[in-house]
């Protein structure tokens, strides 16, 4: 590492801190990039820097959007009555993109680890609350998956409501999720019956 060029070496320790991403990978696609015309290069340079700028979190549902509200939640044809809850935007559209539910979404900004670090404070509970305050709700649909992350976020959700919004319907996903399965990965037959068989919860 200490033999690249400092500003090849700067570039590799950025590409490591994505997901997935190793030295070996990193130092890959630098080469590639430094092969690439200068005009393409800064091109991708110029487009994550628009990513930055152009994207916001909904202050309904916290999804990525380039409007807020984003375009399910100003949807009038959506059931307002319905609340998904997931951990990240990945999960919402994994769920949206197959097109079998119509309500609306939550999205935590991940799930309670505290082995990790991820505390309830750092995720979107409070939000929650707000959310579910305003009333028009009826159902929360839990679709945080079957890691034992889910579980706990799952748990801290459901007692969240039980102490606070008792007469709230509280159900999960349920035929056809895997145990320790990332909800995400999921295939939409899948999805569509874990949503479609959901399980009431309490």
Not at 4 to 29: D, N, Y
Not at 50 to 79: A, G, I, K, M
Not at 84 to 104: H, N, P, R, T
Not at 119 to 144: P, W
Request: charged share 25%; glycine share 6%.
């Amino acid at each position: 590492m200490e033999r690249l060029p400092r500003a090849l070496q700067t570039l590799v320790e950025r590409l490591t801190a994505l997901p997935g991403v190793g030295h070996k990978s990193a130092l890959r696609m630098g080469l590639t990039l430094l092969n690439w015309p200068e005009e393409k290069a800064r091109s991708l340079g110029q487009a994550i820097c628009d990513l930055r700028d152009s994207l916001c979190l909904c202050s309904h549902c916290r999804s990525l959007t380039e409007t807020d509200p984003c375009p399910v939640c100003s949807d009038p044809s959506r059931d307002d009555r319905m609340l998904c809850v997931v951990a990240d935007w990945d999960s919402l559209l994994a769920i949206d993109e197959a097109g079998f539910y119509q309500g609306k979404y939550f999205v935590l900004g991940g799930l309670l680890s505290p082995l990790d670090g991820v505390h309830s404070d750092q995720l979107a509970f409070a939000q929650l609350r707000q959310r579910l305050a305003q009333k028009q709700v009826q159902e929360v649909v839990l679709a945080l998956g079957t890691t034992r992350e889910g579980e706990a976020t799952e748990s801290y959700v459901r007692n969240l409501v039980a102490s606070e919004f008792t007469s709230l319907r509280v159900s999960r996903l349920a035929q056809g999720i895997p145990v320790g399965s990332d909800l995400k990965y999921m295939d939409r037959e899948t999805l569509k019956q874990s949503m479609t068989y959901r399980q009431a919860l309490g």
